[in-house]
């Protein structure tokens, strides 16, 4: 099987496998809702018509003809008003740069203004001066803290030493004058 084969789906050929693949899963739904149909009670049909209109179940050409033939079925029907009906929504535009006021505008997300980004950027910017104040902080508290920590264990630990053998110098002056004073050795 040809790759242009491939594109075709019930006599349209589509621009891409994407499409192709689409309208072959609106084959699946038209052959579900199809079978589901009642062509007996027109009011459910009609219900079921608008509510695929509403959800746009069906958005390739397979699927907007199966609309048309639904759409032509209420219109032949007596039991339904025709107005009840919805049209059939087209999402393809047929003239490409058409600056006519029939034009339906298309639909574009909201660019953002550039001041939105200068506010964002200064909003980071303060953000960041805060943690690297927090950070300052905390090195601050670490290097001033009794305990010993990674930044001031070895000051502390020889801190601690020199006091143990100020200490000691000082007991063995004390003892040594008691021996004097006792006249041992």
Not at 92 to 99: E, I, P, R
Not at 154 to 166: F, G, L, N, P, V
Request: aromatic share 8%; glycine share 4%; proline share 4%.
């Amino acid at each position: 099987m040809d790759k242009t084969d491939k594109l075709i789906v019930k006599g349209y050929k589509f621009g891409s496998m994407k499409d192709a693949n689409m309208a072959r899963e609106e084959e699946k739904k038209i052959l579900y809702i199809g079978a589901k149909l009642n062509y007996d009670d027109p009011q459910s049909v009609l219900v079921i018509y608008n509510k695929m209109i509403d959800n746009r179940i069906f958005i390739t050409p397979i699927g907007q003809q199966f609309l048309n033939e639904v759409e032509q079925f209420l219109l032949r029907s007596p039991e339904v008003d025709d107005v009840d009906i919805l049209p059939i929504p087209l999402f393809t535009m047929f003239m490409q740069g058409s600056t006519g006021s029939d034009v339906l505008p298309r639909i574009q997300a909201r660019k953002k203004k550039p001041d939105d980004y200068h506010i964002q950027y200064n909003i980071a910017r303060a953000v960041i001066a805060l943690l690297v104040v927090c950070i300052l902080a905390m090195f601050l508290i670490s290097v001033d803290a009794e305990n010993p920590n990674i930044l001031n264990y070895k000051t502390r630990i020889e801190d601690e030493y020199a006091s143990w053998e100020q200490e000691l110098t000082q007991r063995e002056n004390v003892v040594r004058e008691k021996e004097r004073e006792l006249g041992i050795k």
